[in-house]
């Protein structure tokens, strides 16, 4: 289970635990999924340590109220919802290709049905000065993305 905070990631784990109905073993790993580097060293010491991935499940998520960057230059939202998963999916694919019947499941909303794809812009730049970041729509088209994305894995990788 990855996490931007440890203990609230233990604490989150320890909860799951008590909710199931046979023994649950949850390793949790501090991981920051905004950041590229921090997921690709992630999926790397991960894949080499593990003979298996039943599944992968892209939960993280944020909706911004304001634009804010990433130490790495990257809009929040954007490297939050749309290219950690996408970076953690692909760097666990092979992975998951080697466990049979593994699955990767991108949680999404209904959000996504109020826009259609645009790709000319996934990092949300404004370009005019008097023009207002959109978080709600952001988020939107970065669950729209996600939905477009998890297609694309379907066709490419059809084994998950």
Known sequence: MLCRNRAK???????LGQLT????????????VARPA???????????????????I???GVLMGER??????????????ILGPYLMTEGLVDLLQRTPGSRVVTVTSGGMLTVRLDATNPQ???????????GTRQYALNKRAQVELTHHWAVTHARI
Do not use: M, W
């Not at 804010?68 to 919802?81: I, Q, R, S, Y």
């Open 124 to 134: 949300y730049v404004v370009a005019n000065s008097d023009a207002k970041y959109d």
């Open 21 to 32: 109905s046979r023994p649950a073993n949850f390793i949790v790993h501090e991981v920051d």
């Open 58 to 60: 892209n939960n993280a």
């Open 9 to 15: 990631g233990d604490q989150a784990a320890a909860d």
């Open 68 to 81: 804010l960057e990433t130490p790495d230059g990257l809009e929040v939202a954007f490297a939050t919802n």
């Open 38 to 56: 921090a997921v690709r060293a992630f999926c790397r010491d991960f894949a080499a340590g593990q003979q298996r991935l039943d599944a992968l």
